[in-house]
């Protein structure tokens, strides 16, 4: 199977400061798409982004950013001025064909 | 769009008792997902529908468990003489795509609970 590591199993930052989520992945396909997914306390997964591996451009929404680099099979995942909302669970999955193969998951904790 | 649904959203059963779970998907969503999320984990896929056709499943779906999209609408999860391993998030998602893969959305979730 090929996988998608989380490295960082918890990370905790005090609001406003800004974090960066990692992600790796293993692949042997040429196109694939990448996703970050938000579960917040209530457990509902949250889709957050979806990239197409052609498409290497970083993208900004709003507090939300994302670096995908193909060279190092990357797709980090930054939050700037973090929010104590922003206090989840994120997953980092990739396709393999049509199911999603998840990451473990990286708990961010943001403390007032 | 009301989003995917499912229901129950909790379900205790006892060991060696049958459990059925629905999954409501997003109206014009033509593919249906199943996964399985275990405390700190990820998700891990079970199967896949397009419109009513399984077309994939995960080596994880044991012959106890089978799932069905009868309509290519709703979807149902069935597990049969359930076992403690079976406790989990049983998850279900939604997307549409005729070609490459769409943004799946999921349910909220039914957690099982097998004592």
């Known amino acids: 199977a090929q996988k998608v590591t989380q490295a960082q199993t918890e990370i905790s930052v005090v609001e406003k400061e800004d974090v960066t989520l990692d992600c790796v992945y293993e692949t042997r396909d040429t196109t694939y798409y990448l996703f970050w997914y938000k579960q917040p306390p209530s457990g509902e997964l949250v889709f957050l982004i979806r990239r197409n591996s052609f498409d290497e451009q970083n993208e900004i929404s709003g507090r939300y950013s994302w670096n995908f680099q193909k060279s190092t099979s990357s797709f980090n995942f930054t939050i700037t001025a973090s929010q104590v909302v922003d206090s989840a669970v994120y997953f980092c999955?990739?396709?393999?064909?049509?199911?999603?193969?998840f990451g473990g998951g990286t708990r961010l904790m943001v403390k007032p | 769009d009301t989003g995917v649904s499912q229901n129950p959203r909790h379900k205790i059963t006892k060991r060696g008792q049958n459990v059925t779970f629905r999954c409501d998907p997003i109206?014009?969503?033509?593919?249906l997902y199943w996964y399985r999320q275990t405390l700190g984990q990820g998700p891990e896929f079970l199967t896949y529908?397009?419109?009513?056709?399984?077309?994939?499943k995960s080596r994880l779906l044991s012959d106890r468990f089978s799932a069905e999209r009868p309509k290519g609408s709703f979807s149902t999860l069935e597990i049969q003489r359930t076992e403690q391993g079976d406790s989990a998030m049983y998850l279900c998602?939604?997307?549409?795509?005729?070609?490459?893969?769409?943004?799946?959305?999921f349910g909220p979730g039914t957690r099982l609970t097998v004592t």
């Open positions: 998602a939604s997307s549409f795509s005729e070609t490459g893969l769409g943004e799946q959305y």
């Open positions: 109206s014009e969503h033509n593919r």
């Open positions: 529908f397009q419109n009513e056709a399984q077309l994939e």
């Open positions: 999955a990739r396709n393999a064909g049509n199911m999603l193969t």
